[in-house]
Nanobody, 120 residues
Framework: QLVESGGGLVQAGGSLRLSCVAS????????MGWFRQAHGNQREFVAA????????DYTNSVDGRFTISRDNTENTVYLQMNSLKPDDTALYYC???????????????WGQGTQVTVSS
């Protein structure tokens, strides 16, 4: 089970940190990803991290503003989001996969999502 938290309403230029806590199985050897889905749009890749945190990947639109990290001792993955823009408004999901990937179909486990709303 994956449970996201940390979403909310923030003004443009602000920051939020999303958390995803894993339970029910050992996710420490899984890659983890963050995806988002804005209203009326398809789910899109945001960021991914490999099992030990040495490899990260970001979609171009968030590179330099968002940082993905993980703490396997806490079974938690984070997404630090800085310099937020109204276009970042979406439901954010965390997911687990055997290897890091930009493709949502590569992920076996998904959380329910946490809403991020950025006002202009």
């Amino acid at each position: 089970q994956l449970v996201e938290s940390g979403g909310g309403l923030v003004q443009a230029g602000g920051s939020l940190r999303l958390s995803c806590v894993a339970s029910g199985r050992d996710f420490s050897n899984y890659a983890m990803g963050w995806f988002r889905q804005a209203h009326g749009n398809q789910r899109e890749f945001v960021a991914a991290i490999d099992w030990d945190g040495h490899i990260t990947d970001y979609t171009n639109s968030v590179d330099g503003r968002f940082t993905i990290s993980r703490d396997n001792t806490e079974n938690t993955v984070y997404l630090q989001m800085n310099s937020l823009k109204p276009d970042d408004t979406a439901l954010y999901y965390c997911a687990a996969a055997k290897l890091p990937s930009k493709r949502s179909t590569a992920y076996d486990y998904w959380g329910q999502g946490t809403q991020v709303t950025v006002s202009s």
